[in-house]
């Protein structure tokens, strides 16, 4: 049976003068970049999409990310790229991290860590989008404060660049509300990744900071966090060297969007989607029976 695709888009399109952002969230092993990449495309014609921001630590094997996987995901039409602690799992990311302009390391790290803190890409109509990754502390490696480090890189960003977006890939809800809050007004949107759990807190702060604690995760749902769920728990009940393979079945996408007016920066729209594997399958089955269609 065919799904019903207007369950999975958004009731209105992008107000007038107004540009729609999305932000992919953790993109885990060959199952999150397949369904990524077959994707972005729809998202830009179904969801309106002006700009789409990956995060794609998890897209190397559900470790890191390599030049391959990066390539694949521009060339898909992704137009910027977010990592977290995971970023450097894989060694041969660091040569792309200081050549390319589209991908950022978190702006916490210290200076001497390969990459840049904060890029600028432009949208499909071309207005620049300041894109920001920042790191957790709770749970994570010792970084520097992250609140200090996105009101520093904040300071940074040319006056003339309204939309900016912050990943704040972190553990903690309270931190992602406090620098979401510190944000507000300063920044177009403070989105979370990391958990692999999307929330349901999506939101815009009184200055029009779009705001949500975890996007979620793209990849296998029939999972524990998209690895497979047996060595999971063996390796939970019996402290035994297990490894954790990346996860295959339920295969979903996981994003939120937002609304801007790129003249304020200010966000009128939020909203989040998860499109299973089989809608992404059933558009490209669509096109090419109406491509077949076609008189020769």
């Not at 890191?64 to 450097?88: F, P, S, V």
């Not at 432009?122 to 920001?132: M, Q, R």
């Not at 692999?196 to 029009?208: K, L, W």
Request: aromatic share 6%; with cysteine.
């Amino acid at each position: 049976m065919a799904l019903d695709a207007k369950k999975f888009l958004p009731s209105s399109l992008p107000p007038s003068g107004q540009v729609r952002i999305a932000l992919i969230g953790d993109v885990v092993g060959k199952p999150g970049m397949n369904i990524v990449c077959n994707a972005i495309r729809w998202m830009k014609q179904h969801l309106k999409a002006n700009l789409v921001i990956i995060n794609a630590e998890n897209a190397a094997d559900g470790t890191g990310l390599r030049q391959k996987e990066y390539k694949r995901l521009i060339d898909a039409g992704a137009g910027a790229i977010t990592l977290g602690d995971h970023i450097y799992r894989k060694r041969e990311i660091i040569e792309t991290l200081n050549r390319e302009s589209n991908i950022v390391k978190p702006a916490n790290f210290p200076d001497s860590a390969a990459g840049k803190t904060h890029c600028i890409v432009h949208t499909d109509l071309g207005h620049p989008v300041a894109v920001i990754s920042v790191l957790g502390r709770v749970f994570m490696r010792p970084v520097d404060c992250p609140f200090h480090a996105s009101l520093r890189e904040v300071e940074k960003i040319p006056d003339a660049i309204k939309l900016r977006v912050v990943d704040f890939h972190a553990e903690a809800t309270s931190d992602k509300q406090t620098l979401g809050r510190l944000l507000d007004g300063r920044v177009t949107a403070v989105l979370g990744t990391h958990t692999h759990v999307t929330t349901a807190d999506e939101q815009i702060f009184p200055g029009g900071t779009a705001f949500q604690c975890d996007v979620g995760m793209t990849g296998p749902y029939e999972s524990i966090l998209g690895r497979e769920v047996l060595p999971v728990t063996q390796a939970t009940m019996t402290f035994e060297p297990i490894t954790f393979d990346v996860a295959q079945k339920d295969v979903r996408l996981a994003a939120t969007w937002f609304d801007a007016d790129p003249t304020t920066g200010k966000c009128s729209q939020i909203g989040r989607i998860q499109w299973p594997l089989e809608l992404i399958q059933q558009w490209n089955s669509e096109e090419a029976d109406f491509r077949n269609r076609l008189p020769l």
